[in-house]
C-alpha cells in the first residue's frame, strides 16, 4: 500500500502526511511533484494543505493546472482514492473533482482552533473506520472555508448521503453557533458521488498521533488502506 | 487591445468583504451607502484588431479562470 503526496509550490503538510503514512501507519509514501506527470504507483493520493501557488487569484485556482491534476483526474475517475485536505479540498473544488466553492470565512478572519465534527457517511474510502454519527475534535486553520454550492447541488450533497463531516458542539448539535466559517449546512467535509474523492477543510494530519494531544485524524489514513486491503 | 474583466460575487452569493467594507464606510460618516460588494479587475493586453474576437476570447479565460462561475460573475470590455 502506498501513498502519493502531491507536492504543489506552497505545500506545507507534505511533509506530515508523508510521515503519517510511512512512520505511523507503515505504508510506503513518496511525494509526486506538482509537475510530475505519474503517480508513482501510489495506490491512493493526498492533496496535502498549504497555500499551493500563494493562494493567487483564489485559493486553489493556479494548482489545478499543474500537469500532476491531469493525472489525479484520470486516477480520481478510475476510482483511486484521492483526499484532500484544506487547501488540498480547496484545489479539488477548483478542478470540479468535487462540486461547490469556498468564499472567504463569514467573520472575514483566518481561524486556527479545534472544532467538533459529526461523522455523517462512515461509507467513503476515508471514512470507513469511524462510526456515523461519532463527534470528533479536529483542527482547523484556514481563511476561505466557507462552503458553497448551487442550491440543486446542496440538495444532492444531502440526498446522496455525500456530506462527509458536519461542524458541531460538543454533543453534536449541527448549530449556528458551531459553525466557525459560515459553510452552507455546516459542511466541513464532503465526498464525489462516487465517494472516491473526499475534500475535507479541518486537517486530520494535525491530530494522527498521541504526542499532538489527539490522534483521531490518524482514522481516514487507516481507512485508506483498509479500504484497499478490502479491495 | 486592452480588455478589462471585472469579477465580483454573484447577486445571490453572500459577500462578507463588501458587508465589513460596507459597515466601515458607515462608520465614517458616509450614511448613503446601503451596498457594497467587492470585486476583482483584470486589465489584459492581449494581440488582435477584432474588438469581438478579443472581447470573445476574454469571456472564455473569465469561464476557464478569472472567475470561479460558481460564486463569481464577471463582464468584459474591450477598451481599446
Same mark, same amino acid.
Given at each position: 500500500?502506498?501513498?502519493?503526496?502531491?507536492?504543489?509550490?506552497?505545500?506545507?503538510?507534505?511533509?506530515?502526511?508523508?510521515?503519517?503514512?510511512?512512520?505511523?501507519?507503515?505504508?510506503?509514501?513518496?511525494?509526486?511533484?506538482?509537475?510530475?506527470?505519474?503517480?508513482?504507483?501510489?495506490?491512493?493520493?493526498?492533496?496535502?494543505?498549504?497555500?499551493?501557488?500563494?493562494?493567487? %487569484?483564489?485559493?486553489?485556482?493556479?494548482?489545478?493546472?499543474?500537469?500532476?491534476?491531469?493525472?489525479?483526474?484520470?486516477?480520481?475517475?478510475?476510482?483511486?482514492?484521492?483526499?484532500?485536505?484544506?487547501?488540498?479540498?480547496?484545489?479539488?473544488?477548483?478542478?470540479?473533482?468535487?462540486?461547490?466553492?469556498?468564499?472567504?470565512?463569514?467573520?472575514?478572519?483566518?481561524?486556527?482552533?479545534?472544532?467538533?465534527?459529526?461523522?455523517?457517511?462512515?461509507?467513503?474510502?476515508?471514512?470507513? %473506520?469511524?462510526?456515523?454519527?461519532?463527534?470528533?475534535?479536529?483542527?482547523?486553520?484556514?481563511?476561505?472555508?466557507?462552503?458553497?454550492?448551487?442550491?440543486?447541488?446542496?440538495?444532492?450533497?444531502?440526498?446522496?448521503?455525500?456530506?462527509?463531516?458536519?461542524?458541531?458542539?460538543?454533543?453534536?448539535?449541527?448549530?449556528?453557533?458551531?459553525?466557525?466559517?459560515?459553510?452552507?449546512?455546516?459542511?466541513?467535509?464532503?465526498?464525489?458521488?462516487?465517494?472516491?474523492?473526499?475534500?475535507?477543510?479541518?486537517?486530520?494530519?494535525?491530530?494522527?498521533?498521541?504526542?499532538?494531544?489527539?490522534?483521531?485524524?490518524?482514522?481516514?489514513?487507516?481507512?485508506?488502506?483498509?479500504?484497499?486491503?478490502?479491495? | 487591445?486592452?480588455?478589462?474583466?471585472?469579477?465580483?460575487?454573484?447577486?445571490?452569493?453572500?459577500?462578507?468583504?463588501?458587508?465589513?467594507?460596507?459597515?466601515?464606510?458607515?462608520?465614517?460618516?458616509?450614511?448613503?451607502?446601503?451596498?457594497?460588494?467587492?470585486?476583482?479587475?483584470?486589465?489584459?493586453?492581449?494581440?488582435?484588431?477584432?474588438?469581438?474576437?478579443?472581447?470573445?476570447?476574454?469571456?472564455?479565460?473569465?469561464?476557464?479562470?478569472?472567475?470561479?462561475?460558481?460564486?463569481?460573475?464577471?463582464?468584459?470590455?474591450? %477598451?481599446?
Amino acid at each position: 500500500m502506498k501513498f502519493g503526496i502531491v507536492v504543489f509550490p506552497g505545500s506545507n503538510c507534505d511533509a506530515d502526511c508523508f510521515h503519517i503514512a510511512k512512520d505511523l501507519l507503515g505504508c510506503e509514501a513518496e511525494y509526486v511533484w506538482h509537475k510530475d506527470t505519474e503517480l508513482k504507483g501510489a495506490d491512493a493520493v493526498i492533496l496535502p494543505g498549504g497555500f499551493a501557488y500563494g493562494d493567487y %487569484l483564489r485559493a486553489g485556482a493556479l494548482a489545478r493546472f499543474s500537469p500532476v491534476m491531469d493525472i489525479v483526474a484520470r486516477f480520481a475517475k478510475a476510482g483511486g482514492p484521492v483526499l484532500g485536505i484544506c487547501n488540498g479540498f480547496q484545489v479539488l473544488l477548483e478542478a470540479g473533482l468535487l462540486p461547490g466553492a469556498v468564499r472567504v470565512n463569514r467573520g472575514l478572519r483566518y481561524v486556527c482552533r479545534d472544532v467538533f465534527l459529526r461523522v455523517e457517511n462512515g461509507e467513503t474510502p476515508f471514512t470507513r %473506520l469511524y462510526e456515523p454519527g461519532a463527534v470528533i475534535r479536529m483542527p482547523i486553520g484556514h481563511m476561505e472555508g466557507n462552503y458553497t454550492a448551487p442550491p440543486d447541488t446542496l440538495v444532492e450533497l444531502e440526498r446522496e448521503h455525500r456530506v462527509t463531516f458536519r461542524y458541531c458542539d460538543a454533543a453534536g448539535g449541527v448549530t449556528e453557533a458551531a459553525n466557525p466559517n459560515g459553510a452552507a449546512g455546516n459542511i466541513a467535509g464532503i465526498a464525489n458521488r462516487e465517494g472516491n474523492v473526499v475534500g475535507l477543510m479541518p486537517h486530520p494530519d494535525r491530530c494522527s498521533e498521541g504526542i499532538l494531544g489527539n490522534d483521531v485524524g490518524r482514522k481516514m489514513f487507516e481507512s485508506a488502506v483498509a479500504a484497499l486491503a478490502s479491495r | 487591445m486592452r480588455v478589462e474583466v471585472r469579477v465580483y460575487p454573484r447577486q445571490d452569493v453572500l459577500d462578507p468583504q463588501g458587508k465589513a467594507i460596507a459597515a466601515a464606510l458607515a462608520r465614517l460618516g458616509h450614511r448613503a451607502v446601503k451596498d457594497v460588494r467587492a470585486g476583482k479587475v483584470f486589465f489584459l493586453d492581449v494581440e488582435g484588431s477584432d474588438p469581438s474576437a478579443v472581447e470573445k476570447d476574454a469571456r472564455r479565460m473569465a469561464e476557464e479562470l478569472l472567475a470561479n462561475t460558481v460564486i463569481e460573475g464577471y463582464d468584459v470590455r474591450v %477598451l481599446s
